[in-house]
């Protein structure tokens, strides 16, 4: 079965032209002229990989792939006319999974293309094969034992940080808001002078990271949440 891949993106003939380039490799292409239209989209057909452009009308890249994250977590790929590094951090920060600059080489977006699908595949098959196995880099997690290994070494969590370290592992690429930790592993309301899962995160990352000033496993995506 071909992948779908949707391209977002207000020029028409950017559009047009990347479709053919993917049509030419034997994918599926939709189309969508702003990010609403893609969001709307998102929720009625099944997505492999987007193509997301930054500068949009109504809203831009940005803000779109915030919102996409919520819910969704197939590889997204942003397109921009802007090379700058600072530009680049923040559309990856924003939780996409790549990042090209227009003009764009043909053959480098393909590329681009087709390892995002490849990765993501070999980690949702990874994912599927023992679902109470959660293997994230060098960490384990086990979710019928609630035991939790980097390497061979055993960490020990408190039943709270272990619920955040699943939760987050089990949602691999997709960036939580600390509400929505919150109520899920609290089942209450969340307020917004709680910073109950900030201190949570903290002891969980000083347990698992080497270097908690340059976590490899739990990221933080400033003004969003947190994600593995």
Not at 179 to 199: C, P, Q, R, T
Request: glycine share 4%; proline share 3%.
């Amino acid at each position: 079965m071909s992948e779908r891949i949707l391209i977002v993106d207000d020029d028409e003939k950017i559009r047009n032209l990347i479709s053919i380039y993917l049509k030419n490799e034997g994918y599926i292409t939709l189309e969508a002229g702003d990010a609403l239209e893609a969001l709307k989209m998102l929720g009625e057909d099944d997505i492999d990989l987007i193509m997301l452009d930054i500068m949009m009308p109504n809203m831009d890249g940005i803000e779109a792939c915030m919102k996409i994250r919520e819910e969704k977590n197939m590889p997204i790929i942003m397109l921009s006319a802007k090379s700058e590094e600072l530009d680049k951090i923040y559309g990856l920060s924003s939780g996409a999974d790549d990042y090209i600059t227009k003009p764009f080489n043909p053959m480098e977006l393909i590329a681009r293309v087709k390892s995002q699908l490849r990765r993501y595949k070999k980690y949702n098959k990874e994912a599927s094969t023992d679902n109470n196995i959660i293997e994230v880099g060098d960490l384990t997690i086990n979710t019928d034992t609630r035991q939790v290994y980097t390497g061979s070494s055993e960490v020990r969590l408190t039943p709270k940080e272990f619920d955040i370290l699943e939760l987050l592992a089990r949602n691999k690429g997709i960036v939580l808001s600390v509400s929505k930790i919150y109520e899920a592993v609290w089942k209450d309301d969340f307020l917004k002078s709680d910073n109950n899962v900030m201190v949570h995160i903290t002891k969980i990352r000083e347990k698992i990271e080497s270097d908690t000033k340059n976590p490899i496993y739990i990221k933080t995506v400033w003004g969003v949440g947190y994600k593995i």
